[in-house]
């Protein structure tokens, strides 16, 4: 599967961006898919998955963005959407959509378990 990220962009503190997420392919329904971050300097993290139909098709989130980001996906179109609302500065990263099928629950946040990566898009927010 091929993905295309975008929706990311300069946003002040408070604000909210919408990232998408395109996905090539006939058997998407199948992935799960997933938001990363990177910083500058630092490790790429986990900030969202929703699992595919066979995965039970639940979310999970980071701590640090639960009640302020929203993952979901439409199969039809496949596509994913990742809503950021309430941004913070440290919310500064570039994005980056993932894919991958049968993922184990202990993989879900681990970056190296996903095959498939988009080209990332970068999210600034200023204080």
């Known amino acids: 599967v091929q993905l295309q990220a975008s929706g990311g962009g300069l946003v002040q503190a408070g604000g909210s961006l919408r990232l998408s997420c395109a996905a090539s392919?006939?058997?998407?329904?199948?992935?799960?898919m997933a938001w990363f971050r990177q910083a500058p300097g630092k490790e790429r993290e986990f900030v969202a998955v929703?699992?595919?139909?066979?995965?039970?098709?639940?979310?999970y989130y980071r701590d640090s963005v639960k009640g302020r980001f929203t993952i979901s996906r439409d199969n039809a179109n496949n596509a994913v959407t990742l809503l950021m609302n309430s941004l913070k500065p440290e919310d500064t990263a570039v994005y980056y959509c993932?894919?991958?099928?049968?993922?184990?629950?202990?993989?879900?946040?681990?970056?190296?378990?996903?095959?498939?990566w988009g080209q990332g898009t970068l999210v600034t927010v200023s204080s």
């Open positions: 392919g006939r058997t998407f329904s199948r992935y799960d």
């Open positions: 993932a894919a991958d099928e049968h993922l184990i629950m202990s993989s879900l946040q681990n970056a190296r378990a996903y095959d498939y």
């Open positions: 929703i699992r595919s139909g066979r995965g039970g098709g639940r979310s």
